[in-house]
């Protein structure tokens, strides 16, 4: 099993930056894709970034493009989404997830294994 636990979640004002972090633990082998999801209130969950297993690869959903970017450190067993220029319908709970059968980028939450608890991120405008 992987637990993934999310951070860096908060309130912030249109315009400024945000960095989530996900942590992984447990069997970490297992974390190949990663991706970044989040959900509104109201809305089901959407895609937002996803990174390969050796980071060399990323993908963005066309509404975030250009502001947020993902990372990894795989010594840390970590991932990271930057987020700039942030905009009110950024706010949404952040889920971290990562794939245990896929190394590719992939961007469908069907193949993704295992999820966090969600961080809440607020855009005041």
């Known amino acids: 099993q992987v637990q993934l636990m999310e951070s860096g979640g908060g309130l912030v004002q249109a315009g400024g930056s945000l960095r989530l972090s996900c942590a992984a633990s447990?069997?970490?082998?297992?974390?190949?894709?990663m991706g970044w999801f989040r959900q509104a209130p109201g809305k089901e969950r959407e895609f937002v970034a996803t990174?390969?297993?050796?980071?060399?690869?990323?993908y963005y959903a066309d509404s975030v493009k250009g502001r947020f970017t993902i990372s990894r450190d795989n010594a840390k067993n970590t991932v990271y989404l930057q987020m700039s220029s942030l905009k009110s319908e950024d706010t949404a709970v952040y889920y971290c997830?990562?794939?245990?059968?896929?190394?590719?980028?992939?961007?469908?939450?069907?193949?993704?294994?295992?999820w966090g608890q969600g961080t809440q991120v607020t855009v005041s405008s």
């Open positions: 997830a990562a794939s245990a059968r896929y190394y590719s980028s992939t961007y469908y939450p069907r193949d993704y294994d295992y």
């Open positions: 447990g069997r970490t082998e297992r974390s190949k894709a």
């Open positions: 990174i390969n297993w050796s980071g060399s690869d990323t």
